[in-house]
């Protein structure tokens, strides 16, 4: 008697699946270990708390309520949001995290890919490379086609019109600003340039932009094929309730609503975005922590040799130094054919697995691009000082 678990079985399960899915190479998401006493400068998460009166207004709705379903449309959030940002209600949709919503933009305003050969305009969803690995895999999942291309060697926009493989009519177009996994933040004028001379949607993913020095939420609200995407996850330090949302011309809003899945934000994030933006003062002072702080350790891992890039965001990507023995020292273990790291040199691999073997996680990612650094979440000025300290030891 076969079980579940042999190799027909399986076979026979597989064959349930669509080819594309069987295909899909899912998105990675960062490490969330169970490890005591980890410093956890992974995932881009805020080092301080939601505001006591989120806490409380959080506490307060567990009750009676959870037994009913929420507002299917975050009524009230979206009310509140569009008096925040001078615009109407319809302006405005909510989704489970900014994901949701950007996959939503996929299946709204992209045509899954016809035929074998090139693609239409219809069927392109088009993004910069590096920038978020979500953006790729939503494209997979609908059947588009993809069109990545690549930043200059700074992280900066390319010349668009000089050579390159941006289409300006591709039906969907992401823009991560500022750029992760770079850190790089884009002017509005150059925000708006791209958006003038591109005639597709034009989707600005906005997720890190309270920790920049400025933010194009005016060109959704200029331009009607222009959406800004904003996540109460990064800033607000919300990612367990998991609420994003879009501001745009309300056409674009309508067809998203079309699709969106019913009562698609749970009760207890509204409740906690609500209570979010009634304590903006308490947000903000943490905005000036967290970029007081990414400025302070982007100069002591400066001296400490990395090359660490401007960032506009709640992170840095910093290159590290390859070399962490003395010159003599390396010298003399090669002359003895004895490698230690490869002749005293780390790769930022290394380094990612001696700062663990710390308690102090970061993230690298095997792109070509930035293989050779490592992204660096921002947290409390403690554990800047904790990270500072474990560099040292290990260049010691």
């Given at each position: 008697?076969?079980?579940?678990?042999?190799?027909?079985?399986?076979?026979?399960?597989?064959?349930?699946?669509?080819?594309?899915?069987?295909?899909?190479?899912?998105?990675?998401?960062?490490?969330?270990?169970?490890?005591?006493?980890?410093?956890?400068?992974?995932?881009?998460?805020?080092?301080?708390?939601?505001?006591?009166?989120?806490?409380?207004?959080?506490?307060?709705?567990?009750?009676?309520?959870?037994?009913?379903?929420?507002?299917?449309?975050?009524?009230?959030?979206?009310?509140?949001?569009?008096?925040?940002?001078?615009?109407?209600?319809?302006?405005?949709?909510?989704?489970?995290?900014?994901?949701?919503?950007?996959?939503?933009?996929?299946?709204?305003?992209?045509?899954?890919?016809?035929?074998?050969?090139?693609?239409?305009?219809?069927?392109?969803?088009?993004?910069?490379?590096?920038?978020?690995?979500?953006?790729?895999?939503?494209?997979?999942?609908?059947?588009?086609?993809?069109?990545?291309?690549?930043?200059?060697?700074?992280?900066?926009?390319?010349?668009?019109?000089?050579?390159?493989?941006?289409?300006?009519?591709?039906?969907?177009?992401?823009?991560?600003?500022?750029?992760?996994?770079?850190?790089?933040?884009?002017?509005?004028?150059?925000?708006?340039?791209?958006?003038?001379?591109?005639?597709g949607v034009v989707m600005l993913d906005e997720a890190y932009v309270d920790f920049a020095a400025e933010n194009a939420l005016q060109l959704a609200l200029k331009h009607s094929h222009v959406l800004v995407a904003r996540t109460f996850s990064k800033a607000y330090s919300l990612c367990f309730q998991r609420v994003g949302y879009f501001v745009g011309h309300p056409e674009l809003i309508a067809a998203l609503d079309k699709i969106r899945d019913s009562y698609n934000v749970n009760g207890l994030g509204q409740v906690a975005a609500l209570a979010t933006l009634e304590d903006l003062a308490y947000y903000r002072a943490n905005f000036r922590k967290v970029i007081s702080t990414r400025e302070g350790l982007s100069r002591e891992l400066t001296k400490l040799g990395f090359r660490v890039l401007p960032s506009q965001t709640n992170f840095i990507l910093a290159k590290p130094p390859g070399n962490v023995l003395p010159a003599s020292r390396r010298q003399k273990l090669q002359k003895q054919n004895r490698r230690q790291d490869g002749g005293g040199t780390l790769t930022a691999p290394a380094w990612l697995q001696r700062l663990r073997e710390k308690k102090i996680l970061v993230r690298w990612f095997n792109q070509p691009e930035v293989k050779d650094y490592l992204r660096i979440t921002i947290g409390t000025s403690a554990e800047a000082q904790a990270l500072v300290r474990a560099v040292k030891n290990i260049l010691q």
């Open positions: 008697m076969q079980g579940f678990g042999s190799a027909p079985a399986l076979k026979a399960s597989q064959s349930l699946v669509r080819p594309l899915v069987r295909e899909l190479h899912a998105y990675v998401p960062g490490e969330q270990p169970k490890i005591k006493g980890l410093i956890k400068l992974n995932t881009n998460e805020n080092p301080y708390p939601p505001s006591s009166r989120v806490l409380k207004a959080v506490k307060a709705a567990v009750d009676g309520r959870l037994r009913l379903y929420p507002n299917p449309t975050a009524q009230l959030l979206r009310e509140k949001l569009a008096k925040l940002h001078r615009c109407k209600p319809d302006n405005i949709i909510v989704g489970n995290g900014s994901d949701e919503l950007l996959a939503m933009a996929v299946r709204a305003f992209v045509e899954p890919k016809s035929g074998a050969r090139g693609a239409r305009d219809s069927e392109i969803v088009q993004y910069f490379h590096p920038s978020y690995s979500l953006y790729p895999v939503l494209a997979d999942i609908h059947g588009a086609a993809k069109n990545a291309v690549s930043l200059d060697a700074n992280f900066g926009l390319p010349n668009l019109k000089r050579g390159g493989r941006w289409n300006f009519h591709a039906a969907l177009s992401f823009v991560t600003t500022p750029n992760a996994p770079s850190g790089h933040g884009y002017s509005l004028k150059e925000l708006d340039r791209l958006c003038r001379a591109t005639k």
